[in-house]
């Protein structure tokens, strides 16, 4: 089955850390761009960071930058978001995404960030 799945969402206080993880299977990871995106409640999804399939490229949006790391292990075909310094505006469901070229993307089902004291 040709899947990504989520885990590492959870409730913290602003200032504080999470790291979340993406498992992909059922297709050939090491081909593919990997990306989270995520999605806050009444506005539009929006990419958070991508890293390629060799790890040489990884890009970030203005605003997590500098707070957030994107890494991936090939060997177990998992990507982390390291997320630092959280702050309220980071609450939103975040989402992983494999994508290699005009191939449809494959999207997980998301995981809750919420940001809050």
């Known amino acids: 089955q040709v899947q990504v799945v989520e885990s590492g969402g959870g409730l913290v206080q602003p200032g504080g850390s999470l790291r979340l993880s993406c498992v992909g299977e059922g297709f050939l990871w090491n081909t593919y761009l990997m990306s989270w995106y995520r999605q806050a409640p009444g506005r539009e999804r929006e990419l958070v960071a991508s890293i390629t399939a060799a790890r040489e490229v990884q890009t970030y949006a203005p605003s997590v930058k500098d707070r957030f790391t994107i890494s991936r292990d090939n060997a177990k075909n998992t990507v982390y978001l390291e997320m630092n310094n959280l702050k309220s505006d980071d609450t939103a469901v975040y989402y992983c995404?494999?994508?290699?070229?005009?191939?449809?993307?494959?999207w997980g089902l998301g995981t809750q960030v919420t940001v809050s004291s």
């Open positions: 995404q494999a994508r290699r070229g005009p191939a449809p993307a494959i």
